[in-house]
């Protein structure tokens, strides 16, 4: 379980980014946070990594306290969260078979890391990895060969070989046309679904907000102005979804199938 306790963000230039952001996030959850870009929502989930010092708050996961962990307990911490990021974040000159590897970096050796060496049963769950993700035609080439869609598979099969128990996913069908992004999010459902793994997702696409989540947390200017379920997020309000997205905002199409125009 993760917990997030008055968690503030204000960064050196002044910006407040989040403000006594609070809420509990249950095993097995798929929750979406949703905003306009600005509203808070990668500060979130890079808070939630420790890649980005709160200025406030506590996060605790599973009763722990990780909101200042260093050095090996930071990094034990991090094997069990999986990050995948809307621009990839791959090494674009690397193998697809190479990019997944790297996701066991963190329960590597110093030396074993500084070579790339693995063991055959890291090689072996790679395999596996990328056969599940259906990429194994693409394991050999590079990453800067692959499509979209390809490359944030990549991704999550990165995410993937660290056994992670929980996976934060910061805008990662924001580059993408809608058939990848279903397809990417399926992804990510199917994880959540069979392997009962922690899904927090950002996403601006309401449509995909209502067919993916199990809730949703609405974000502006850092701070939480919507929560919701499923069902909560399909009966949303116009006087709610301004909340979200400010007074001058229209839903496409006047209803949920789309993003903010």
């Known amino acids: 379980m993760l917990k997030i306790n008055n968690l503030t963000k204000i960064y050196d230039d002044g910006t407040v980014a989040l403000k006594n952001v609070s809420f509990t996030v249950t095993d097995g959850e798929f929750l979406v946070i949703i905003g306009l870009s600005g509203s808070g929502k990668s500060t979130l989930l890079r808070c939630i990594n420790r890649l980005i010092e709160p200025t406030e ?39 697809v078979l190479k990019n997944v590897m790297a996701g066991r970096l963190g329960y590597a050796k110093t030396m074993q890391s500084l070579f790339g060496k693995f063991s055959e049963e890291d090689k072996e769950k790679a395999l596996h990895v990328i056969d599940r993700l259906e990429i194994e035609e693409q394991i050999h080439k590079r990453a800067d060969e692959l499509s979209g869609g390809q490359q944030q598979r990549v991704g999550i099969a990165r995410a993937l070989m660290q056994d992670p128990k929980m996976i934060l996913a910061d805008e990662p069908v924001a580059s993408l046309d809608p058939v990848l992004a279903h397809s990417i ?76 125009a």
């Open 57 to 95: 708050g506590k996060i605790s996961w599973n009763g722990k306290d990780i909101t200042h962990i260093k050095g090996e307990e930071l990094r034990c911490y991090r094997r069990e969260i999986g990050m995948i990021f809307q621009h990839f974040n791959l090494v674009r000159r690397s193998s």
């Open 185 to 260: 999010l399926s992804n990510l459902e199917k994880l959540n679904q069979e392997d009962k793994m922690t899904v927090i997702c950002s996403l601006h696409y309401l449509d995909l907000v209502q067919r993916y989540a199990t809730r949703v947390i609405g974000l502006r200017e850092g701070v939480i102005v919507y929560e919701g379920t499923k069902k909560d997020i399909k009966a949303m309000t116009d006087t709610q979804f301004k909340e979200i997205y400010g007074q001058e905002a229209e839903r496409v199409g006047g209803g949920l199938e789309g993003t903010i």
